[in-house]
């Protein structure tokens, strides 16, 4: 037969990756230079992706650790190829994750910059709130992020060139492998979330350092690794029959105090935002004295208790000191960052307002700003409040800046006061709104009048001078109080200190970088002033510092109120923990600890707010 008539045999068909600019990639074997620029093409950019996001607030090659730094860009890795296989084309993977990590990035600088801490999973609760104080913080852009954003432009321009597609497959049988990608992302991501792994790979897990956390574990690593805090699990050995039987013990003690107690006092509650004495920082000077009626309660006034409050935020998060001071609970067995108000409270709880309201008082919450921010008008009502005003309740109230001051809000107080049943005693719960962040900004309705010595920061000027106005409001507050019949206690304090933007200086003038603050100066960013005053006779006391979740127990043993099982079990607990935070505990003896490292005694606390948050609640 003619050689020339045989049939060749079919080619056997072949999967390939098509690549316009060095042709059809076979995965065979031939042609393996073009096989291996696909493959550079497909590994690259998402690495060059991870240092780019991590360049709008940090070095990465200098501060992400090693392993840390692997692990990023393996997530960054499996998302684009996830997208590969979803879309088919590479070009369209990347850029897609280009364009994410870019808004991702620049958005977790602003948030750096005006909260101090970094983005966190459950911010996506906050957005509401966060997007209705905005217009007060100022948005140009630094120098860092321009550069940054260029090259995340320029990046996403030159991705243009990228042809390589997957040929072959219809979208359907793509999902396959898209599919098994995400299994593989799932199953890397639940191992980052090992504390066997984080350790053995130097992975930084202490989550009341979010910052540091973030600098050295990297964006992406922490983000994943901060997903597992989402949900709080039932702590070892819990069971809600044992938290019962620790409270009855309590209860009784309880029965015994309400049967022996008189007149029930009124209690006032200011929650001031932003209201901090930066001096813990330490020295500065002043061109004059920025809270001086507070600065002269602390020399030991008349029925007036004094100290220093340790709080779980610095910079915002307002919720979550409002929610220690009213539940009792803290925030150290909660992922930082997260906010109860919006993840955890979902029915009524026997927090003290609800107590306060079984004692026959008369309970109203107060916050001159928006009633949807943190869920205030849907927690309110749950913690035992009977009233709830909000901005659209005060009649032509005072701003300073763009917000209700704080004397408008101490006008409100003294209105429910002469307004309020006569057969009942009054507590009154105010969360103000006059110093919010930022600071940057000049207004025509406020001149800064307190200047720092040596300073050019007005963010601090301004701060400072907010401050002396709700110092001043604090003292008008007291001063009406003084001269009513009824007895009354008065308890003020701040839930934060403000953002590193006005705390800088201080820092730098002492010393100390604010990026850069190792574990005992970062707890003096975590530090406020309190007072607790009555215009009858109680025990004056300074330098009683104490923290937020003990602070209202500590009103009511103070003021002559009878204690609930609850807030007397955290009496009892605080002379073993006389500070229990989100970023610091100290013992008895004075030693620091953690409280997730703490047994014994914290372990009841662990599970008795478990109880209380969850399963001593109006809904399952």
Not at 49 to 64: D, G
Not at 323 to 352: H, K, R, V
Not at 411 to 426: A, C, G, Q, R
Not at 580 to 603: F, L, N, P, Y
């Amino acid at each position: 037969m003619n050689a020339s008539r045989k049939k060749k045999k079919p080619e056997k068909k072949r999967f390939s990756w098509k690549n316009d600019v060095f042709g059809t990639v076979h995965i065979n074997g031939k042609r393996l230079a073009e096989v291996m620029a696909a493959v550079v093409l497909t590994v690259v950019p998402p690495a060059v992706c991870f240092y780019l996001t991590e360049f709008y607030t940090h070095n990465p090659f200098a501060e992400v650790r090693p392993w840390a730094q692997l692990f990023n860009i393996v997530l960054f890795e499996l998302a684009a190829l996830f997208l590969f296989c979803l879309t088919g084309r590479l070009k369209t993977a990347h850029r897609i994750v280009f364009t994410v990590s870019m808004l991702y990035g620049i958005a977790n600088a602003y948030v750096v910059r005006f909260r101090t801490n970094p983005i966190v999973p459950w911010d996506i609760f906050s957005w509401k709130t966060a997007a209705s104080v905005a217009d007060n913080y100022d948005f140009t852009p630094n120098v860092r992020m321009v550069v940054v954003t260029l090259l995340f432009i320029a990046a996403i321009v030159l991705l243009r060139f990228v042809k390589v597609r997957l040929t072959g497959l219809v979208f359907w049988k793509r999902l396959i492998p898209a599919t098994a990608v995400m299994v593989v992302l799932c199953v890397f991501a639940n191992t980052l979330q090992q504390e066997s792994f984080q350790n053995s790979h130097r992975l930084y897990n202490k989550l009341f350092t979010p910052v540091y956390m973030t600098d050295v574990d990297g964006l992406a690593v922490t983000f994943v690794m901060n997903l597992a805090y989402m949900s709080i699990d039932r702590p070892e050995g819990y069971d809600a029959e044992e938290a019962r039987e620790i409270l009855a013990d309590y209860e009784s003690q309880e029965e015994a105090e309400t049967e022996a107690d008189g007149e029930l006092p009124n209690i006032i509650v200011v929650m001031d935002e932003a209201f901090s004495d930066l001096s813990v920082l330490g020295d500065f000077e002043t061109n004059e004295d920025y809270m001086p009626y507070l600065h002269s309660l602390q020399e030991g006034a008349e029925n007036t208790v004094t100290g220093l409050l340790n709080v779980s935020v610095c910079g915002g998060n307002t919720a979550n000191t409002e929610f220690e001071f009213l539940t009792g609970n803290t925030m150290a067995f909660l992922p930082q960052g997260s906010i109860p108000y919006q993840q955890y409270i979902t029915g009524a709880l026997d927090a003290l307002p609800a107590y306060l309201e079984g004692l026959g008082y008369q309970t109203i919450a107060t916050h001159p700003y928006n009633a949807t921010g943190w869920e205030r008008n849907t927690v309110y009502p749950l913690l035992g409040f009977s009233e709830s005003v909000f901005r659209e309740g005060y009649i032509s109230p005072e701003y300073v800046r763009q917000y209700v001051s704080d004397k408008s809000c101490v006008d409100k107080i003294i209105e429910f006061y002469e307004n309020k049943d006569e057969d009942k005693p009054l507590f009154a719960f105010a969360v103000t709104m006059q110093n919010h962040g930022g600071y940057a900004d000049s207004y025509s309705n406020f001149t800064p009048d307190i200047e720092v010595a040596d300073s050019d920061n007005f963010s601090l000027d301004q701060y400072l001078s907010l401050i002396k106005l709700s110092d001043a409001a604090l003292e008008q507050l007291i001063t009406y109080f003084s001269g009513v019949d009824e007895k009354t206690a008065v308890v003020f304090f701040g839930d934060h200190q403000p953002s590193d933007t006005a705390a800088y200086t201080i820092l730098a003038k002492n010393g100390m970088a604010w990026n850069n603050l190792n574990e005992e100066e970062l707890k003096l960013r975590y530090q406020v002033p309190y007072v607790i005053w009555a215009n009858y006779d109680i025990e004056e006391e300074t330098g009683a510092d104490t923290s937020v979740n003990y602070l209202a127990a500590e009103v009511l043993s103070r003021i002559g109120v009878p204690l609930d099982a609850y807030r007397s079990y955290l009496m009892d607990l605080k002379e073993e923990y006389p500070i229990i935070s989100a970023v610091r505990t100290v013992k008895a003896d004075g030693t620091e600890t953690q409280a997730s490292e703490e047994s014994g005694a914290m372990d009841d606390y662990r599970k008795l707010q478990y109880y209380e948050l969850f399963d001593n609640t109006g809904t399952d």
